[in-house]
């Protein structure tokens, strides 16, 4: 499989003297897990040389680690090597994909300052990736990097979206005053925003709801893949558009763990041939299940509604006494059209005017009149407390309308998220859309997320989740699904437990970073909860290929986690890729490696250039131009260089197209 890399803490910083600095390689900025990931995707999966910034010192995420930044990187590295190493080995060896590549080169700097990355080649180099979890840190890099060199590939990771869309114009607009006459199609990929949190929250989000289902938008349609219980005897199931994905062989197996990369032939199967998925007994499956119109985008709903009703804003004591004063006045108007020659409105008019004590008395009146009076007077002695406790209710009602709602007593069969940071903020916004009741914990009072939860009127309990009794504010005993995102794995993990030995049948998914961990865990807690769905996954695991895929300049549909593996979802011009072109859909198919799903048909002049993009709707509200995109294909079409096609891939049947593509268009 792939070629061995020295191990990395002996490898030199600079480049040695005499040997001429490499180029086309691809340089990788960050201090966090996601850089680190980054790395693993260029150097083991798509066979690039790369070059590695990092701060030096601790990850200022995991102050608790005992390794350096650099040692991390190296240990990880190291991992991948060696397994890569056993996999050669195991007789795989033909199919070296880094054969000829150096190992990742690590340097160390505390900010990509223009020296720093003048020596790590960013004016010779293909790519660049900032991924630092600063986004000011990132802005000033890629400024420094579009001047040094105005024809490198940025990709760029931002948390603020519309920033990001502004700041992609700018580059690719500096780009082009730096390099007239440049083809507008090369700025297409010259600069590429992503999010983390973007990426990884959909299927986070999925993962809470359902456990299985994982939604993947083009052109303005929903692609909805979701997993399927082993048939039971003599069942038949619905096979779906296309199966995706076989699961592990031990998922249904309570002492079982999800499979990652390492998992051999356990392991879940991506993109099976129709022979395996017919001869697979007794393993679940993931299918392509149903395409849908994606409706036009929506703001989070708020809990409780948007506006301001009785029941917020004044008690159910004070709304029942002001029915009982209505009602006795409603009661007097009565009696005095019973025993008066008066009519409604006179009487009424009377009424309102001794119960506000501003009548004359009517002395020489009948008695009857006389009784009505009295008794308007003393339901009018309730106004003026009623009234007192109206105007201090509403006061404190807009005092503590910023304040964080508390969770109502009734609720249950809600989402307990824990952690309001970048991950968990983007989680909360995809639950509301989904109008999923979701109760918030979160230790800091000033989290990123804290104002948005506010706004949305979410309940939010503030305290640290491993001590006794914050989960149970949370209703925890009632609570349907528990997401535990906080970007420490030991926070989670001690979370999920005690969740457990609360409820034993809790949906839960909590976020680790490590492999190994995260396949400790999931044995353990299928062992004690064999009944429990249990769900791990690793943001940066999620995020780091379609970081990866945009530096080879594609662009990236959605990436659906199976397991601890991602399978990925990608639009690409047929044209240069020898496995594509020329050949029929079925031909074009490639077991474990990539399928192709739908066909653009829409003239290459007319193409949307974001197939992930909703398309506008028209301002006059009337439908949405029909998708160019045709699902359902004929096996014998044959693929053309002018077609687009939307395509089903692993991560390394991906770089293997890419790689077939770079080795073709220089002979073209």
């Given at each position: ?459 939010t309990v503030l305290g640290d989740v491993t001590q006794e009794g914050v989960l149970e504010a949370a209703k925890i005993r009632r609570a349907h699904a528990l997401l535990a995102l906080t970007s420490i794995d030991t926070t989670n993990l001690e979370a999920t437990l005690y969740a457990r030995s609360v409820k034993p049948d ?163």
């Amino acid at each position: 499989m792939l070629g061995f890399v020295p191990p990395l803490p002996q490898q030199p910083g600079r480049p040695q003297p005499g040997r001429p600095p490499a180029t086309g390689h691809m340089i990788v900025c960050g201090d966090d897990a996601l850089a680190r990931r980054l790395a693993v995707e260029l150097r083991f999966v798509y066979g690039e040389r790369v070059t590695l910034l990092l701060p030096p010192g601790r990850d200022a995420n995991s102050p608790e680690t005992p390794l350096t930044q650099r040692g991390r990187a190296a240990a990880l590295f190291g991992r991948m090597s060696a397994a890569m190493n056993r996999t050669a080995a195991a007789g795989n060896g033909g199919n070296d994909t880094n054969a000829g590549v150096e190992a990742v080169r690590i340097m160390e700097a505390p900010e990509p300052s223009d020296d720093v990355l003048e020596e790590a080649g960013v004016d010779r180099a293909a790519a660049l990736a900032l991924v630092y979890d600063d986004d000011e840190r990132n802005i000033r890099a890629a400024l420094t990097a579009r001047r040094l060199n105005p024809r490198l590939r940025l990709v760029i990771r931002l948390y603020n979206r519309k920033l990001g869309q502004h700041l992609e114009e700018l580059l690719d607009q500096a780009a082009a005053v730096a390099m007239p006459g440049i083809d507008p199609a090369l700025l297409d990929a010259s600069t590429t925003v992503l999010s983390d949190a973007d990426t990884a929250a959909p299927a986070l989000a999925a993962t809470a709801l359902t456990g299985s289902s994982k939604i993947i938008q083009a052109e303005g349609l929903l692609l909805r893949a979701a997993e399927r219980p082993p048939p039971r005897p003599g069942e038949t199931l619905d096979p779906g558009l296309c199966t995706l994905a076989l699961l592990s062989s031990t998922t249904n197996d309570p002492a079982g763990a999800e499979g990652s990369d390492s998992s051999g032939d356990e392991g879940p199967e991506l993109l099976p041939s129709e022979e395996t998925v017919a001869a697979a007994e007794g393993r679940g499956t993931v299918v392509l299940e149903a395409i849908s119109r994606a409706a036009p985008d929506r703001p989070a709903t708020r809990m409780g509604g948007r506006g301001a009703p009785l029941s917020q804003v004044f008690s159910r004591r004070l709304r029942w006494s002001a029915l009982g004063v209505a009602l006795a006045a409603l009661s007097l108007v009565v009696a005095s059209l019973l025993t008066t020659e008066d009519t409604a409105v006179h009487s009424t008019y009377l009424t309102l005017l001794d119960l506000l004590g501003m009548n004359d008395p009517a002395e020489e009146a009948p008695a009857a009149r006389q009784i009505i009076q009295l008794l308007s007077g003393i339901a009018g002695l309730l106004l003026l407390p009623l009234l007192i406790a109206a105007v201090l209710e509403a006061f404190g009602t807009l005092r503590t309308a910023s304040s964080l709602r508390r969770p109502p007593r009734g609720l249950s069969g809600h989402v307990v998220l824990l952690g309001l940071g970048k991950i968990g903020t983007r989680v909360l916004v995809r639950l509301r859309e989904l109008d999923i009741p979701v109760v918030v914990v979160e230790e800091d009072p000033d989290a990123r997320g804290i104002p948005l939860a506010r706004s949305m009127h979410v309940p939010t309990v503030l305290g640290d989740v491993t001590q006794e009794g914050v989960l149970e504010a949370a209703k925890i005993r009632r609570a349907h699904a528990l997401l535990a995102l906080t970007s420490i794995d030991t926070t989670n993990l001690e979370a999920t437990l005690y969740a457990r030995s609360v409820k034993p049948d809790l949906r839960v998914a909590l976020r680790l970073y490590d492999d190994e961990f995260a396949t400790a865990v999931y044995r353990t807690l299928r062992t004690a909860h064999p009944q429990a769905l249990t769900r791990s996954r690793s943001v940066s695991h999620l995020a780091a290929p379609s970081f990866a895929v945009a530096m080879m300049g594609r662009q990236i549909l959605g990436a659906v986690p199976v397991e601890r593996k991602v399978m990925l979802f990608a639009a690409l011009e047929v044209a240069g890729h020898p496995q594509l072109e020329g050949r029929t859909v079925q031909q074009a198919f490639q077991a474990s490696s990539w399928r192709v799903l739908a066909i653009d048909a829409t003239p290459p002049a007319d193409r949307n250039p974001d197939l992930a993009a909703l398309p506008p709707y028209p301002p006059d509200g009337g439908a949405q131009p029909p998708s160019g995109l045709v699902w359902d294909l004929d096996p014998e079409h044959v693929l053309r260089a002018q077609d687009r096609v939307v395509i089903a891939a692993t991560r390394r049947g991906l770089a293997e197209l890419l790689r077939r593509q770079r080795s073709v268009l220089p002979q073209q």
